[in-house]
C-alpha cells in the first residue's frame, strides 16, 4: 500500500465508522490509530498515547473553551443571558427575523471577548434557541443561524485559529487580529442580511412579527450585569489588566459572582450548569483527541508534505494557486475540525505562499493568507457532513434533525463565500486597519 | 547499502532560524556525510502531535527518532541542568554550550540516560526588553509588570522587585500592545517573531564580562534503541555530528541569529544600552539569593549543590576564555 | 446504571468546582499584580492543568447522556432498530477507546511520576493530572460498555 492509497484508507475509515453512527471523535480516534499502526506498529503508538490526553486536556490555551462555556451556562441559569437576549432581541424585534439578528448580535459581542467558535455557538444557542422556539421561528432557520453565528467567535478577534496561525508563521498576533477586524464585521452585517432575505424568499421559516418584549425599565435592569462584565471583561483586556485568556477566567468569575448576587440561582442550578459546562466541553475535547490521532497518521503519510511539490508542478498563477489550496481547504474541512486543519497544514502551505509573488510586501501576504485561511476553516465549521459548530447547536436542540439544520445554514454559506471571494480579490479590506497597529 | 530515515521532530516553527538555520542544516550536513544513507523526515511545529512537554518522552520511547526541545519544560526531571538558567551564569551562548555539554558529562552523565544525547546547548544572552520606562538601574524594574520565561527569570523578576507574569511566548504581543506587560525579557534572536522591537523602546544588555542576564538550556537528543540498530559507518556519522562541537555549533549558529533582532531595533531608533557595570553589580547582588536557593534545593535532592553550581562556572570561565565570542 | 449515573454526576460536579476556583484563583492573581505587584506566580500552569483534571472528569457525564456526536445523516431513513443497535456498537468501540485511554495514562502517570516531571514555573507535578484522569476514564469506559450491553433506553433526560 503506497503513502496515498492509505491516506485514503484512513479516510475511508473515518467516514465509514461515522456514517454508521459510531461518535465522530470515536470514529477519528479509530481512524487515526488504524493508520498510525499500520506506519509505525503497536510500540510507537502506544507511547504516544500515554501522555496524549495529558497533552490535549491540560491545556492553557485551548482552557479558554470549557471556562467560555462554564462562563455562558453561569449567565443562563443566573437568568443574565436571557435578559441580555430579550434587550437585543427588543432592539432587533422590529425586523422580521429580529430574534434570529439578534443571535448573530449576541454572537459578534460575545465573540469579541470569546476566540472559540464552539464555545459562542454553545453560549448563545443556550439563551437564544429556547427563545427563538418559543416565538416559532423554524428549528430550521433557529439552528442555522447559531451555528453559522457562533463562527463570529473565531472571525472577530481575538480567535484561537489565528493565535495558532500566527504562532507556526511567526506573524504578529496583533496584526492578524486588526486585519479580521473588518471581514468580521462584514460577517457580522452578512448574515444578517441572508436572514432577512432568508425569511422573505422562504415561508414558514419565521413568524411574521416577532412580539418581542417592548424595551421596558426592567429589560434595561435586567442586562446591567451583563454590560458590567462585559465592560470588566473588555475593559480589563483592551486596558492592559489581563489577557484574552484570563479574560475568559476574569468572564466565568464575574458571571458566577453575578449570578450569586441575584440569588436566582441555588445549588441545584449550580449542578445543571456542571452537568450542561461537562457535556459539550468533554465532547468537544474527545474530537481534538480524535483529530490528533488522524493528523499524526496523515503527517506520518508524508503526503500533505508532497501535495506542496505536486502543487509547485501544476505552473498555476499565485492568485489560483491560493485559490487552489482555499478550495482544498473547503474540502478537508468538511471533515476535520479547524484547529487540526491549521496545525496540520499551514506548515506546509505557509512557505508556498511565501515564494509566490502577489505584489504586496511579504508581512502583508502573510497576513492576507492568514485571514484566508481563517475564512474557509470558517466553512469547515458549517459544511457537511462534519461541520462541528453544526453539531453543537444541534446537540442542544434535541427535536431538530440534523439535516435540518444543514439546510438552515445554507443561506449563510452563500454569504461566506460571497465574503471570501470579496475578500480573496481585495486584500486590502483585510489589510487597511493593520497598518494603525504596532 | 543499508539506509535509514529518521524522523526528526520538534515546536519551532517552519520559518524559524532555529529551524531553518539549525536543525535544517544539521539534517542536511548528515545526509551529506552519510552518503544520503540517513535521510530525515522533518516535522516543525509538534506535526506528529503532542506539546512541547512530551517531545523528550517521544524520543525516549520512540514515538519518533529525534526530538529538540528544552529541559525546562519539565523542570523536575533535569534538575542539575538548571543551573545554566541561574541569573547571571552564561557568557556567549558558544562557550556555554560546551560548558553545559562538558557539565553534563562530568557532573551529570545520568541526566539524559534515556535517549542518546547529540547536542546541548544554550541560546544568547537575554535582554531585558521594556516598553515605556528605560531599565538603567535595579530601581526602575520596580513595579513593571515583566514576562519572565523561564522558573529561575521568574525569580529574578521578584528579586528586583518587578511584577512577574506568566504566559505562553505568542501572548507576548498582544500583552505588550495592550499593557498587560510592560516588558519582557528573550534574546535579541526571538525579537522579531514576537514583535518586541515594535512594541518596545528600551532594550537593557548587560556585559558579558560579569554574566549575561540568562540563558535557555536545549537538548537534541535521539531514541537510543534507534540509534543502537545503525550500522557502524552510519553510528560514526551521527557521532561526527554531536558532542561538543555540535553543540558549540550549534550555541553559535543561535546567537548569530541575535544579529538580525537587535539590527531590526536599532533601525527602529530603539534605544540599546548596556546596564552600567555598577548598576550590573546591584543586579547581580540581588539574585544571589536565587543562586542559594538553588544549591538548597540540589542538596534537598541528594546533589551537591555548591560544586554542581562551581564546576558549572569555571567551565564556562574555562570555555570562555578559549573561545572567541 | 445507577450507581454509574451517581458517580457520573460526582464527577461533572467535581470538575465544575474546580474549574470555578480555578477563575476565582485568576482573578484574586489578577487583581494582586494589579494593585499591590503581587502575584500567584504561575496562575496561568494552574488554569492549564486543572483544565486538564476537569475535561476528564466530565468524560462520564458526557457519555451518561450519550452526548458525544453522531451522524444521524445517512441512518436518518433506518429504522430504530437498527438505529440503536448501531448505537450500541457505537458505545462498545467508545469503551474500547477509554479503556485504552485509560490504560496508557497508567503508564504515563508512571513515567511522569519517575521523572518527577513538573511545570515549567510554579513546578506542579505531572503525575497529579495524569493519575487524575485515570479513574474517570474507566468509569466512562464501564458506562459505555453498559450502554452497549443494555441500549440507551436507560438514559437519563436531559439536564435531569
Ligand atoms: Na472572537
Ligand atoms: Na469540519
Known sequence: MNAVELTLGIFAVMLVLMAVRVPISIAMFVAGTAGYLTQTGWGPFSNFLNTQAFARFASYDLSVIPLFILMGHFAT??????????????????????????????????????????????????????????????????????????????????????????????????????????????????????IAIYVRLVPGQAPETDEAPRLTRDAIKGVIPIVLIFLLVFGGIYGGLFTPTEGAGVGAASTFVAALIKREITWDKFKQCFYATAESSAMIFLIFIGADLMNSALALTQVPNQLASVVGSWGLSPLMVVAAIL?????????????????????????????????????????????????????????????????????????????????????????????????????AISLWLVKYVG | ??????????????QS???????????????????????????????????????????????????????????????????????????????????????????????????QVIALHVHGP???????????????????????????????????????????????????????????????????????????????EFDPAGGSLYTTTFVMAMNKNKYNALPPDLKKVIDANSGLATSAWLGKVQQNGDVAGRKAAADRGNNIFNVSATEAQ??????????????????????DGRKLLETARSLIDKHTKGTKA | MKLLDLLARVCAVLAGVLLTLITLMTCVS????????????????????????????????C?????????????????????????????????????????????GALSAWAGHSESQIIGFPEWVVHTTMVPPFILTSVIALWQAAFGLDGAPEAHG
Request: glycine share 8%; net charge neutral; proline share 5%.
Open chain 1, 77 to 194: 441559569q443566573g437568568g443574565i443571558s436571557k435578559a441580555l437576549f430579550s434587550f437585543a432581541a427588543a432592539i432587533m424585534g422590529r425586523f422580521k427575523g429580529g430574534l434570529a439578528m439578534a443571535s448573530v448580535l449576541a454572537c459578534a459581542a460575545f465573540g469579541a471577548i470569546c476566540g472559540s467558535s464552539v464555545a459562542t455557538a454553545a453560549t448563545i444557542t443556550s439563551v437564544a434557541l429556547p427563545e427563538m422556539k418559543r416565538h416559532g421561528y423554524s428549528g430550521r432557520l433557529a439552528t442555522g443561524t447559531l451555528a453559522a453565528a457562533g463562527t463570529l467567535g473565531i472571525l472577530i478577534p481575538p480567535s484561537v485559529p489565528l493565535v495558532i496561525y500566527a504562532i507556526l508563521t511567526e506573524q504578529n498576533i496583533a496584526k492578524l487580529f486588526a486585519a479580521a477586524m473588518i471581514p468580521g464585521i462584514i460577517a457580522m452585517f452578512g448574515y444578517m442580511v441572508a
Open chain 2, 1 to 14: 547499502q543499508q539506509g535509514v530515515t529518521l524522523k526528526f521532530h520538534t515546536f519551532m516553527a517552519p
Open chain 3, 30 to 61: 489578577l487583581i494582586g499584580r494589579n494593585t499591590i505587584g503581587t502575584t500567584l506566580v504561575g496562575d496561568f500552569e494552574l488554569t492549564g492543568v486543572a483544565t486538564g483534571a476537569a475535561i476528564a472528569l466530565f468524560m462520564p457525564w
Open chain 2, 126 to 204: 537575554g535582554v531585558i526588553h521594556t516598553a515605556e520606562k528605560a531599565v538603567k538601574n535595579v530601581g526602575d524594574m520596580r513595579g513593571l509588570k515583566m514576562r519572565a520565561p523561564t522558573r529561575q527569570v521568574t525569580k529574578l523578576m521578584g528579586a528586583l522587585g518587578a511584577t512577574p507574569v506568566g504566559m505562553p511566548l505568542p501572548q507576548i504581543p498582544d500583552a505588550l500592545s495592550k499593557g498587560t506587560i510592560q516588558g519582557c525579557v528573550i534574546p535579541w534572536e526571538v525579537v522579531p517573531s514576537v514583535k518586541v522591537h515594535e512594541l518596545t523602546k528600551f532594550h537593557a
Open chain 2, 17 to 115: 532560524n532555529v529551524w531553518l538555520n539549525m536543525h535544517k542544516a544539521w539534517m542536511d550536513k548528515v545526509e551529506k556525510d552519510s552518503g544520503s544513507r540517513i535521510k530525515f523526515e522533518a516535522y516543525p511545529a509538534m506535526q506528529l502531535g503532542g506539546t512541547p512537554v512530551q517531545l523528550y518522552d517521544q524520543a525516549r520511547d520512540g514515538v519518533v527518532d529525534i526530538i529538540w526541545t528544552l529541559p525546562g519544560n519539565t523542570a523536575g526531571r533535569f534538575p542539575r541542568v538548571e543551573v545554566f538558567e541561574l541569573p547571571f551564569m552564561m557568557s556567549n551562548a558558544e562557550a556555554t554550550s560546551k560548558a553545559y555539554w562538558e557539565y553534563v558529562q562530568t557532573m551529570a552523565p545520568d541526566e539524559f540516560k534515556d535517549t
Open chain 1, 327 to 427: 478550495l482544498f481547504y473547503v474540502v478537508l474541512g468538511a471533515v476535520m475540525d479547524e484547529l487540526s486543519m491549521i496545525l496540520l497544514t499551514i506548515p506546509i502551505f505557509f512557505p508556498m505562499v511565501m515564494t509566490l509573488d502577489f505584489g504586496m510586501p511579504k508581512e502583508s501576504v502573510a497576513i492576507w493568507f492568514g485571514i484566508m485561511v481563517l475564512m474557509v476553516v470558517e466553512f469547515g465549521l458549517l459544511a457537511p457532513p462534519v461541520g462541528l459548530n453544526v453539531y453543537v447547536v444541534n446537540g442542544m436542540a434535541k427535536d431538530v434533525p440534523i439535516a435540518e439544520s444543514y439546510r438552515g445554514v445554507m443561506p449563510f454559506l452563500v454569504s461566506d463565500t460571497l465574503r471570501t471571494l470579496l475578500l480573496l480579490f481585495f486584500p
Open chain 3, 63 to 107: 457519555q451518561v447522556r450519550h452526548g458525544n456526536i453522531i451522524v444521524d445523516f445517512f441512518t436518518a431513513k433506518a429504522s430504530e432498530r437498527t438505529n440503536a443497535l448501531l448505537d450500541r456498537f457505537g458505545c462498545l468501540l467508545l469503551a474500547l477507546v477509554f479503556a485504552l485511554l485509560a490504560w496508557r495514562t497508567t503508564h
Open chain 2, 282 to 303: 546591584e543586579f547581580r547582588r540581588r539574585s544571589r539569593q536565587i543562586e542559594v536557593e538553588w544549591v538548597e534545593d540540589m542538596n534537598k535532592r541528594g546533589f
